[in-house]
């Protein structure tokens, strides 16, 4: 008897962790939401990295942001940490006949640092 109910107890642990929280559920829908905002903009910004050769991580959040304050005739960069940017090229850039997107990642030295 006791081996039965602890497979009925183990049953029921085993469906409730298997079951994603609505917490979760959550996060990954807007997750996803927020990685469709940087279709389309791809190659018109870049991360900059300094001072460091680590793989750059940014949040997705960030996509909003470069949309938000892209400029109308010049660059802009948002600064993310210590060693960390993002170029946001213009509007006059990117709608250019002659535009080409640029780099999503580039590792600055410390003579290419000016802003």
Not at 103 to 108: D, R, V
Request: charged share 25%; hydrophobic share 35%; net charge positive.
């Amino acid at each position: 008897m006791f081996r039965n109910v602890l497979k009925i107890l183990l049953g029921f642990f085993l469906v409730f962790v298997s079951q994603p929280s609505k917490c979760q559920t959550n996060k990954q829908v807007k997750e996803i939401q927020s990685s469709n905002y940087c279709e389309g903009i791809e190659g018109t910004w870049q991360i900059q990295m300094t001072a460091t050769r680590k793989k750059p991580a940014i949040p997705i959040s960030v996509c909003k942001k470069i949309r938000e304050e892209r400029l109308k005739n010049e660059a802009h960069y948002i600064r993310v940490n210590q060693n960390m940017r993002i170029m946001v090229l213009s509007k006059k850039t990117i709608n250019s006949p002659h535009f080409t997107p640029i780099a999503k990642i580039k590792y600055l030295t410390a003579d290419e640092i000016g802003n």
